[in-house]
T-cell receptor
Framework: DVKVTQSSRYLVKRTGEKVFLECVQD?????MFWYRQDPGLGLRLIYF???????EKGDIPEGYSVSREKKERFSLILESASTNQTSMYLC??????????FGPGTRLLVL | AQSVTQPDIHITVSEGASLELRCNYS??????LFWYVQSPGQGLQLLLK??????LVQGIKGFEAEFKRSQSSFNLRKPSVHWSDAAEYFC????????????FGKGTKLSVKP
């Protein structure tokens, strides 16, 4: 079974803090994704990566950056957290063919 | 541009009743199609997927979905709903030959009455 893990289930941070969300997959997948999920807006793609050190912007990259130094790990970084980044963050890894597998999510609250 | 529409935001059914959740997509060719389920506070779990071949696909937990090209639909069905099926359901569309990006519908929340 594909396993995607996220470093924290719940996180509380203060405005202006730098926040790291980590995602690890154990299936040697090339493509990994970060989404945020908000009520009524569904899932929105923030960034994705198709290989180590490669990244592409999704639909809402503003205020976020990512890092992919190893194939199994994809990190989402909030350079200076703001209250409008309070959300549920979901990581996914893409297997073949074309199927995304999700982690359990990180619920982030920015005060 | 691709889009996915789930017309029902919230559906309530009685336990033991049948269920159909609607999904319509807008795409020029035959896409990859998926249904995911999300329990409160959890990530998304894959229920089933369609790539090609038989248009009726079976998934986990007794769910099935039917691809209808003429209607651009991929509706999810279950003959008898259990209380544990209460969750949010997401339909998603993917483009063949892409980087694996998916377009998600906004979800349908299912409540189950005892």
């Amino acid at each position: 079974d594909v396993k995607v893990t996220q470093s924290s289930r719940y996180l509380v941070k203060r405005t202006g803090e730098k926040v790291f969300l980590e995602c690890v997959q154990d299936m040697d997948h090339e493509n990994m994704f970060w989404y945020r999920q908000d009520p009524g807006l569904g899932l929105r793609l923030i960034y994705f990566s198709y290989d180590v050190k490669m990244k592409e912007k999704g639909d809402i990259p503003e205020g976020y950056s990512v890092s992919r130094e190893k194939k199994e790990r994809f990190s989402l970084i909030l350079e200076s957290a703001s209250t409008n980044q309070t959300s549920m963050y979901l990581c996914a890894s893409r297997g073949r063919p074309e199927t995304q597998y999700f982690g359990p999510g990180t619920r982030l609250l920015v005060l | 541009a691709q889009s996915v529409t789930q017309p029902d935001i919230h559906i309530t059914v009685s336990e033991g009743a049948s269920l159909e959740l609607r999904c319509n997509y807008s795409y020029g060719a035959t896409p990859y199609l998926f249904w995911y389920v999300q329990s409160p506070g959890q990530g998304l779990q894959l229920l089933l997927k369609y790539f090609s071949g038989d248009t009726l696909v079976q998934g986990i937990k007794g769910f099935e979905a039917e691809f209808k090209r003429s209607q651009s639909s991929f509706n999810l069905r279950k003959p008898s709903v259990h209380w544990s099926d209460a969750a949010e359901y997401f339909c998603a569309v993917g483009e063949r030959g892409s980087q694996g990006n998916l377009i998600f519908g906004k979800g349908t929340k299912l409540s189950v009455k005892p």
